[in-house]
Nanobody, 113 residues
Framework: QVRLVESGGGLVQPGGSLRLSCAAS????????MGWYRQSPGKQRELIASITGHSGTVYAAAVRGRFAITRDNAAKTVYLQMNNLTPEDSAVYYCNVLGRTTWGQGTQVTVSS
């Protein structure tokens, strides 16, 4: 049974940084592509970054150059380093296996002065 627990969110000022973590269990293959998603109030959940088992990455245009997704297969953890945050980045952030439709609780990121 797949279980994903996101952490690391919080309140940060514009221009600040946060590092999100996603502890994963129950995923059989290290080749599984993982993604970070976010959802703001009134908007659909969107995929913002993904990483393959061999650490190939893809980013949405809105975060490219500011966010970095990495993974530690030994620790079964996926990370999202977020830099130069803006208020538009405020959302609940989720990690998931790409294509999976069951979601964890996510972690709230609020960017505000």
């Amino acid at each position: 049974q797949v279980r994903l627990v996101e952490s690391g969110g919080g309140l940060v000022q514009p221009g600040g940084s946060l590092r999100l973590s996603c502890a994963a269990s129950g995923i059989a293959s290290r080749d599984t592509t993982m993604g970070w998603y976010r959802q703001s109030p009134g908007k659909q959940r969107e995929l913002i970054a993904s990483i393959t088992g061999h650490s190939g990455t893809v980013y949405a245009a809105a975060v490219r150059g500011r966010f970095a997704i990495t993974r530690d297969n030994a620790a079964k953890t996926v990370y999202l380093q977020m830099n130069n945050l803006t208020p538009e980045d405020s959302a609940v952030y989720y990690c998931n296996v790409l294509g999976r439709t069951t979601w964890g609780q996510g972690t709230q990121v609020t960017v505000s002065s």
